[in-house]
């Protein structure tokens, strides 16, 4: 059973930059097409980042296009997000959630099996 747990949030500035980070285990993860979600308070969760299996493909919803990079390392069984020049509108529990491999870009919750408790990202002043 594959098993996700997300670390690396906390709270920073605007302009800021963080790494999240979303370790596997019970499973190798390079058979898993892989999201990052997140949800603020009061909101939908959303798709924020989407990977292929492989790492070579990506995609990126367009409030974090040009400042967020997602990144998977499968010998480490880790998949990362790299989320440079915060905004407060970040400010979000973030998750990530893996599905069996397709390539197929698909960044809805309902798609998605596995999922970690979340890690969260505040960015204020």
């Known amino acids: 059973q594959l098993q996700l747990v997300e670390s690396g949030g906390g709270l920073v500035q605007p302009g800021e930059s963080l790494r999240l980070s979303c370790a596997a285990s019970?499973?190798?993860?390079?058979?898993?097409?892989i999201v990052w979600f997140r949800q603020a308070p009061g909101k939908e969760r959303e798709g924020v980042s989407w990977?292929?299996?492989?790492?070579?493909?990506?995609n990126y919803a367009d409030s974090v296009k040009g400042r967020f990079t997602i990144g998977r390392d499968n010998a480490k069984n880790t998949v990362y997000l790299q989320m440079n020049s915060l905004k407060p509108e970040d400010t979000a529990i973030y998750y990530c959630?893996?599905?069996?491999?397709?390539?197929?870009?698909?960044?809805?919750?309902?798609?998605?099996?596995?999922w970690g408790k979340g890690t969260q990202v505040t960015v204020s002043s």
């Open positions: 019970g499973s190798r993860l390079d058979g898993y097409d």
């Open positions: 990977i292929s299996r492989s790492g070579g493909s990506t």
């Open positions: 959630a893996a599905r069996v491999g397709s390539g197929v870009v698909l960044m809805t919750v309902r798609h998605y099996l596995y």
